[in-house]
């Protein structure tokens, strides 16, 4: 279908034959004229749909001279070495122009009742073409090559005759790796840790440490909120504070961290309240959407029904969709407010359409349920329930013990053992509601999973069992995803797991499947063991169907004669998190086919138990059960425990009374859609058509139209669908290409909020649509784009310059080397932090303020301010700090800090004097040079020694001897703290190779 204004007049017409000027001056115009110089408003007035608008002309009189065709305006524009038209992209080939030159000479011949049309869209552009998974290139040097990466990247770099770089050294790759997954520096004790170890793996298991550390979550926030251009005020004129954004900062992080799936993150960001109503993140990722600027006096200050309230509301639904299409598919859909999309294939339709998706969003303070609230309230039904089972059970023992005395209890219990010998596994439920814990899919055996357990303090470990899954759609399948060689370690305070205990170690030789029985791993006889973590680490996969996984249905972690797991974060390498699967539903206490009903219910562990132990053996089990259960049931121990369990009960009521009302986050307020008509030059005094809502009509393969009587929440949910689908080509192009700018500097498409034709093109297609598919159809974890991004030989390259190279491809697009870049403002401030050992690692939570503010009818924000310049509060990561629209932090802003007015796809890097001077005299640098001094100066007695620190902690690297000389000379002459501020002002500082 033609998208424009343009339409064909008349009937149609074969037009003149092949050998006719005008058969291949029309094709010309068709493609790079009449978009613009065509319609019911040509520009400059001259349309070229007909030969009559070529005759008439625009303002400067008409574009075809009759007397004289070779001096026409047409031709004099199209010609030269620096043409006129078109204005953008490449000016026309010679041989254009020359068959525009032939055919004026000839008359400008123009066959009878036809009109030009806007033939830009007849061909698919890159970005709308469906997703195919390309080959992987063959390389001629294949030396180096690490993963499909290299090789498209050394397939381009043969073809023009150039040669990748070597790979960095150690200290350059960690400091680059450091900065680059947490925008931080490496301590000295890593670098050391690193260029010491030798293991083949050392650079692999860097990477896995780094992905799973919070700081990574940290990060990569950083990069998006600038994309979507998020603040901690509404902006506009009367720019007032909005205390309660930071949530959504907050998820963000916690998003990234958590590895959630790319398209669960879109969907929360567009729909979460609607499509995931009970996930308490699900309100707060709609902060996405109300992230940008609000115009207070338009929305509040307006009255109702006047021309300014509607262009408010305009302005704000514009932002809205911009946001959405702009951050997650890389087009300008917001060009086309006033008129079609002059480049791209979208109708003013369309706009309106989006329009209409947000046309029942307000932004305002929402309540929400915190995760933490959540969680203690369900730790206290949990707690309520078990109660009650507990009470029940030792009733009913008492009562026993009444009837029949201790000999009858005892046969009781001989009996039951015998009954549970003789089952096959516990009473079946009807149905489970989730199945469990299910790694990404693997094509070989031997790729190494893990799944991990934060339980958020160190504990005495009882035991750990493993239950294994037979999910609810494969209920024939018993141990299904049980690993046959695997690996259970516990951690005191580590999550990197770089010194673990290790309870139970099978990676040597297979183990039998068990089944439906748990397995039951203990400390050693006699030996205590505390901890706060516990990762079980598949290092042969379970074999599906010509594929590989690792599942469980629940993890149990005794301790104090309680299972502390439906407490515990879970966190993975990978996981599908999909329907009835899921990391949290490792620990929700949900059977999977085989367990009976609470798992923190007493007979369901101890059930469970049992039957690890018959597993092992049967004899000494069944000994050992039998003491424990005689020991459970002398009838003094048991009354005691039901009075201390009734008041436990009664207490754990009132905890449930007593807890506090939701938070409030700043997100979408939910109303009635409002009518949305299509807007004459986008001017709402001129309303058009009513129009529904739907999303784009120039994706292939996709749906755009939404039932028109759907409610605002349905437009949302449908908008998010069209957006997260495995089929719409542009958001999975649109992620990769962010990530890979991540780590290089620069996109494959190097405009990454315009996928567009007024755009760049990919200067590595194939790379990627590769990237795109791979990560597309291995779940969406960005974690895993990382890491095999990171991993790749051409990530890993050097960054040293080199001029034959250079005069092929000076812009380095063909990736011969890596980038060198600045470090961002915020990396600055935060690696001044580190070296001088005063950064705050708090997570979340308001942000800190970096001035004075005084709340007036229009606020007032002082960075000025010398009290609030370096606050103790400030010395958290730089992304926990409130952000001001309207009076961007001068220090920050100095060093190109983003602009939160406006979507920030690439921070600019500029090279100022101003820079070198905040860097040398900002109070905040002079204050983190003092404390650089103070730390050297308590690590070292002498003025070398105190140098040679210094350059370890902040360049990561010792001083060569010139250097130390002469900066210890400098110290001695005007003290340490201005050594340091010398050493914080360097290139080598704020720059990473």
């Given at each position: 279908m033609l998208v424009g204004p343009l339409i064909l007049l008349g009937m149609a017409s074969a037009g003149p034959t092949a050998d006719e000027p005008f058969d291949r001056v029309s094709a010309i115009l068709e493609s790079r004229c009449v978009h613009c110089h065509g319609g019911d408003r040509p520009k400059g007035g001259l349309s070229l749909e007909s030969r009559a608008g070529l005759l008439e002309g625009g303002l400067s009189g008409p574009a075809l001279d009759e007397d004289d065709p070779e001096v026409s305006p047409l031709l004099d524009a199209v010609s030269g070495d620096e043409p006129l038209m078109p204005p953008e992209g490449d000016p026309l080939a010679p041989e254009q122009v020359e068959a525009i030159r032939e055919w004026l000479i000839a008359g400008a011949p123009w066959p009878d009742r036809v009109t030009l049309q806007d033939r830009r869209f007849d061909v698919p552009w890159w970005s709308l073409s469906p997703l195919t998974r390309p080959e992987i290139p063959s390389v001629r040097a294949t030396e180096g090559i690490r993963n499909p990466i290299d090789a498209f990247i050394r397939s381009r770099l043969e073809a023009e005759g150039l040669a990748p770089s070597p790979e960095a050294d150690r200290r350059t790759l960690i400091r680059r790796l450091t900065f680059d997954l947490l925008g931080l520096p490496p301590t000295p004790e890593e670098i050391d840790a690193f260029l010491?170890?030798?293991?083949?793996?050392a650079y692999d298991r860097l990477v896995d440490r780094l992905l799973a550390s919070p700081r990574y979550g940290e990060r990569r926030a950083r990069r998006w909120?600038?994309?979507?251009?998020?603040?901690?005020?509404?902006?506009?004129?009367?720019?007032?504070?909005?205390?309660?954004?930071?949530?959504?900062?907050?998820?963000?992080?916690?998003?990234?961290?958590?590895?959630?799936?790319?398209?669960?993150?879109?969907?929360?960001?567009?729909?979460?309240?609607?499509?995931?109503?009970?996930?308490?993140?699900?309100?707060?990722?709609?902060?996405?959407?109300?992230?940008?600027?609000?115009?207070?006096?338009?929305?509040?200050?307006?009255?109702?029904?006047?021309?300014?309230?509607?262009?408010?509301?305009?302005?704000?639904?514009?932002?809205?969709?911009?946001?959405?299409?702009?951050?997650?598919?890389?087009?300008?859909?917001?060009?086309?407010?006033?008129?079609?999309?002059?480049?791209?294939?979208?109708?003013?339709?369309?706009?309106?359409?989006?329009?209409?998706?947000?046309?029942?969003?307000?932004?305002?303070?929402?309540?929400?349920?915190?995760?933490?609230?959540?969680?203690?309230?369900?730790?206290?039904?949990?707690?309520?329930d078990e109660n009650r089972s507990l009470l029940e059970s030792l009733r009913s023992q008492i009562d026993e013990l009444t009837k029949s005395g201790r000999e009858r209890v005892e046969a009781e219990f001989a009996s039951q053992m015998r009954a549970i010998d003789a089952l096959p596994r516990p009473t079946?439920?009807?149905?489970?509601?989730?199945n469990g814990y299910h790694s990404?899919?693997?094509?070989?055996?031997?790729?190494?999973?893990?799944?991990?357990?934060?339980?958020?303090?160190?504990?005495?470990?009882?035991?750990?069992?493993?239950?294994?899954?037979?999910?609810?759609?494969?209920?024939?399948?018993?141990?299904?995803?049980?690993?046959?060689?695997?690996?259970?370690?516990?951690?005191?305070?580590?999550?990197?797991?770089?010194?673990?205990?290790?309870?139970?170690?099978?990676?040597?030789?297979?183990?039998?499947?068990?089944?439906?029985?748990?397995?039951?791993?203990?400390?050693?006889?006699?030996?205590?063991?505390?901890?706060?973590?516990?990762?079980?680490?598949?290092?042969?996969?379970?074999?599906?169907t010509n594929d590989y996984v690792f599942a469980l249905s629940e993890v149990i972690v005794r301790s104090g004669g309680r299972n502390l797991a439906p407490e515990a974060i879970v966190s993975a390498l990978d996981s599908i998190e999909s329907g009835r699967w899921g990391r949290d539903h490792l620990i929700d206490g949900a059977d999977s086919r085989h367990l009976l009903a609470d798992l923190d219910d007493?007979?369901?562990?101890?059930?469970?138990?049992?039957?690890?132990?018959?597993?092992?053996?049967?004899?000494?089990?069944?000994?050992?059960?039998?003491?424990?259960?005689?020991?459970?049931?002398?009838?003094?121990?048991?009354?005691?425990?039901?009075?201390?369990?009734?008041?436990?009960?009664?207490?754990?009521?009132?905890?449930?009374?007593?807890?506090?009302?939701?938070?409030?986050?700043?997100?979408?307020?939910?109303?009635?859609?409002?009518?949305?008509?299509?807007?004459?030059?986008?001017?709402?005094?001129?309303?058009?058509?009513?129009?529904?809502?739907?999303?784009?009509?120039?994706?292939?393969?996709?749906?755009?139209?939404?039932d028109s009587s759907a409610d605002e929440g349905a437009r949302r949910a449908a908008l998010a669908e069209w957006i997260a689908s495995p089929n719409n080509p542009l958001t999975w192009r649109s992620i990769v290409n962010r990530s890979w700018q991540d780590r290089f500097g620069i996109g494959l498409v190097d405009t990454p909020n315009d996928f567009g034709r007024n755009g760049s093109m990919p200067s590595h297609p194939d790379l990627l649509d590769w990237l795109a598919v791979e990560f597309r159809d291995s779940g969406g974890s960005l974690k895993a784009l990382d890491r095999l991004i990171v991993s790749s030989a051409t990530y890993r390259q050097a960054s040293d310059h080199n001029e034959d190279a250079a005069r092929i491809d000076a812009a380095n697009r063909l990736l011969w080397r890596q980038n060198r870049r600045r470090l961002e403002a915020e990396e600055i401030r935060d690696a001044a932090l580190v070296v001088g050992g005063v950064l705050d690692t708090a997570m979340g939570g308001p942000g800190f303020d970096l001035f004075r503010f005084k709340d007036d009818h229009s606020p007032i924000y002082d960075h000025d301010d010398p009290a609030h310049v370096d606050p103790i509060e400030g010395r958290r990561r730089t992304i926990y700090r409130f952000v001001v629209r309207s009076v961007p932090n001068p220090f920050l802003d100095c060093l190109d800090g983003a602009d939160p007015n406006v979507s920030v796809p690439i921070r600019n890097e500029t090279i100022t004097a101003l820079q070198a001077l905040a860097l040398l005299n900002d109070p905040f640098m002079i204050a983190r040079a003092k404390d650089l001094a103070d730390r050297v100066e308590q690590g070292a007695e002498d003025a070398p020694g105190r140098i040679e620190e210094a350059f370890r902690i902040a360049l990561g690297r010792p001083p060569t001897d010139r250097e130390r000389a002469e900066l210890a000379s400098f110290a001695t002459r005007h003290g340490m703290a201005a050594a340091c501020r010398l050493l914080m002002n360097t290139n080598e500082f704020v720059f990473v190779d």
């Open positions: 010491a170890d030798d293991h083949p793996d909120l600038d994309l979507v251009h998020f603040a901690d005020t509404h902006g506009y004129d009367k720019d007032k504070r909005r205390p309660n954004a930071w949530p959504y900062r907050d998820y963000v992080i916690r998003s990234f961290n958590r590895d959630l799936p790319y398209p669960r993150f879109i969907r929360a960001q567009i729909a979460g309240d609607v499509l995931f109503p009970g996930d308490p993140d699900g309100i707060i990722a709609t902060g996405f959407i109300a992230a940008g600027p609000w115009d207070f006096v338009g929305h509040v200050e307006l009255r109702e029904g006047t021309i300014d309230k509607l262009k408010t509301r305009l302005i704000d639904r514009d932002d809205m969709l911009a946001n959405a299409m702009s951050t997650f598919v890389s087009l300008t859909v917001h060009c086309a407010r006033c008129h079609d999309h002059k480049f791209d294939p979208i109708p003013q339709q369309d706009y309106y359409r989006l329009q209409a998706v947000f046309a029942g969003v307000d932004r305002g303070d929402r309540p929400f349920e915190s995760a933490e609230r959540a969680s203690r309230r369900e730790t206290l039904r949990r707690r309520r079946l439920p009807e149905e489970s509601p989730t990404a899919i693997a094509s070989s055996p031997d790729s190494a999973k893990w799944v991990q357990l934060d339980l958020g303090r160190a504990v005495p470990i009882e035991a750990i069992l493993l239950i294994p899954a037979r999910p609810v759609d494969f209920p024939d399948t018993p141990g299904f995803g049980f690993p046959p060689r695997f690996r259970v370690e516990v951690s005191g305070d580590d999550p990197s797991f770089e010194d673990p205990i290790v309870l139970a170690d099978h990676t040597e030789e297979d183990v039998s499947n068990p089944g439906d029985v748990a397995l039951r791993i203990a400390p050693p006889s006699g030996t205590e063991v505390s901890a706060r973590y516990v990762r079980i680490t598949a290092t042969r996969l379970w074999e599906r007493p007979a369901t562990l101890e059930a469970i138990e049992r039957r690890a132990s018959l597993y092992e053996s049967a004899e000494r089990t069944r000994v050992a059960e039998l003491a424990r259960l005689r020991t459970m049931l002398v009838p003094p121990e048991t009354l005691a425990a039901a009075e201390s369990i009734e008041a436990d009960a009664i207490a754990v009521a009132g905890d449930l009374e007593a807890m506090p009302e939701p938070s409030l986050v700043y997100g979408v307020i939910p109303r009635e859609p409002r009518p949305i008509h299509v807007l004459a030059r986008g001017d709402v005094e001129q309303p058009g058509e009513e129009v529904g809502p739907g999303a784009l009509s120039c994706v292939p393969g996709l749906d755009s139209n939404v």
